[in-house]
């Protein structure tokens, strides 16, 4: 369980704000409300859970006996009656838990077959993808699970409107699945046995859209057009790369973590699921900008990016260059970064000059990459840049 929290994996749907100063808890560390739990952040000392003390019936449940002890530095809620848990709801008991400082309820995320946004203006098609695959290797693995959503967006809003387009397809790849894929993913080799990918179905959904979607855009992109030609014809937009979750009051741009930020949980590793869980986080309005991540994706994925090479970089560089996020080539020997739009691009080159290459006058490669290129491995724009 402490794994699992520190790592931001919480199964169930409530978090227990912890307070240092708190005595540590000699009982239960999860007291079972129906299908939600009460958990307890653990002490940063390993072995020991602390907690803000508050009873069951301080909460409004109406439990009998069922405690946690109490600490006299914590001023217990105020009490507002009592709910008789032979009739609350599990919703109701999460909507009392919502309303003490002490808790955050994550509920399990709903999937959407249909919005009733009404447009303000032009809608553009847009589908939501992801893939489950054998392993990371792309030029060796394959696709044993594909999902689509498409749905229509209203431009003005970045709201989606209307009915939502659904595919979800399962696929034999022709190798076995690994005992470590099937733990993450719970696809087996039974599953996918004598199982192929509707092509017809697919290419139906794909006709006309005009933005592709995915959270690492990178790793789905290449198996995708590997094993369906058509989606290099369509404008590729990364959810994990082209929208700046940290500076929207975000610790993470892990899609869990960005679900379980806004309120929700779900049972992750399945394509269709991530899908739907994209689609949500997408939806919602960005605490800072005050926009949809659609509506981010619509305005910035069509413009270019940067693949930006560190070309002779001294060796002693090696380390500020990874702890910087560049990447190694092992097969062109070079380190490289991707970066998301000219802003970046000019802040990235100050920062090679001056701590990389000792204010020396270099040229380094720039690669180009526009929204039909960029995520999918094939080359872009080559030119060189002088720092």
């Known amino acids: 369980m ?231 014809d369509v404008s590729w937009g990364c959810s994990f790369a082209e929208i700046d979750w940290r500076s929207e009051g975000h610790g993470s741009s892990k899609l869990e973590y960005l679900a379980m930020d806004m309120g929700w949980f779900y049972d992750a590793h399945r394509a269709e699921v991530d899908c739907h869980a994209l689609l949500a986080v997408l939806t919602a309005t960005l605490p800072v900008s005050a926009r949809t991540g659609l509506s981010r994706l619509l305005t910035d994925a069509q413009g270019p990016v940067y693949r930006l090479q560190a070309t002779g970089a001294p060796f002693e560089s090696k380390d500020a260059l990874k702890a910087r996020a560049y990447r190694w080539n092992a097969e062109q020997k070079v380190w490289h970064t991707l970066l998301t739009d000219a802003t970046l691009l000019q802040a990235e080159r100050d920062w090679l000059r001056t701590t990389v290459y000792g204010n020396r006058a270099v040229r380094v490669q720039l690669e180009e990459l526009d929204a039909r290129v960029k995520y999918s491995g094939r080359p872009g724009k080559l030119s060189q840049l002088q720092l």
């Open 2 to 232: 402490a794994d699992e929290l520190a790592e931001g994996r919480v199964p169930e749907n409530i978090l227990h704000r912890f307070d240092p100063s708190a005595n540590p808890l000699q009982g239960t560390s999860a007291l079972s409300l129906e299908h939600a739990s009460v958990f307890i952040r653990p002490d940063p000392c390993p072995g020991h859970f602390q907690g803000v003390p508050v009873t069951i019936e301080q909460l409004d449940f109406g439990f009998a006996g069922a405690t946690v002890p109490a600490s006299p530095a914590t001023k217990p809620p105020t009490k507002r009656g009592k709910v008789s848990t032979a009739a609350a709801t599990p919703e109701e008991m999460a909507r009392v838990l919502e309303q003490h400082p002490d808790y955050r309820v994550l509920r399990r995320l709903v999937p959407r077959q249909h919005f009733d946004h009404v447009p303000q203006g032009d809608v553009v098609s847009v589908i939501v993808l992801d893939t489950e695959t054998t392993g990371l290797n792309q030029a060796q693995d394959k696709i044993i699970e594909l999902a689509m959503l498409r749905v229509s967006v209203d431009r003005a809003t970045g709201l989606p409107c209307g009915e939502v387009q659904v595919y979800d397809g399962l696929e034999d790849p022709g190798m076995p699945i690994s005992s470590e894929i099937e733990a993450i993913t719970g696809i087996s080799n039974q599953m996918v046995k004598g199982q192929h990918l509707d092509e017809q179905r697919i290419a139906t959904i794909l006709n006309g859209a005009d933005l592709v979607i995915a959270h690492n855009a990178a790793f789905d992109r290449p198996f995708v057009e590997a094993r369906l030609p058509g989606f290099k």
